[in-house]
Nanobody
Framework: QVQLVESGGGLVQPGGSLTLSCAASGFTFNLYVMRWYRQAPGKEREFLAGIGPSGGSSIYADSVKGRFTISRDNAKNTVYLQMNSLKPLDTAVYYC?????????WGQGTQVTVSS
């Protein structure tokens, strides 16, 4: 079955960095667009970044552009989100998602807390 498993979350100080990973299985990874989202308490889920199937194209939300970088390793069926210059407002549960045609799959999320 389809599985997306995020990891790499945790507690980080403002200005720090984290790299999230999302390991995929159960589908043909290199056909899917991969995306990262986040959801803070009391807020709607927010799109952060997306990357094409080959990794040759990417797109970012304005809120993270220049600070976050999405990448993928199709040999490892894994997508990453490098997060730099983290702010307390970046505190949220971070989710990866796989999209192909009309299908969209979600991981269970990983908590990122930015606090001193």
């Amino acid at each position: 079955q389809v599985q997306l498993v995020e990891s790499g979350g945790g507690l980080v100080q403002p200005g720090g960095s984290l790299t999230l990973s999302c390991a995929a299985s159960g589908f043909t990874f290199n056909l899917y667009v991969m995306r990262w989202y986040r959801q803070a308490p009391g807020k709607e889920r927010e799109f952060l970044a997306g990357i094409g199937p080959s990794g040759g194209s990417s797109i970012y939300a304005d809120s993270v552009k220049g600070r976050f970088t999405i990448s993928r390793d199709n040999a490892k069926n894994t997508v990453y989100l490098q997060m730099n210059s983290l702010k307390p407002l970046d505190t949220a549960v971070y989710y990866c998602s796989a999209v192909y045609g009309g299908m969209q799959y979600w991981g269970q999320g990983t908590q990122v807390t930015v606090s001193s």
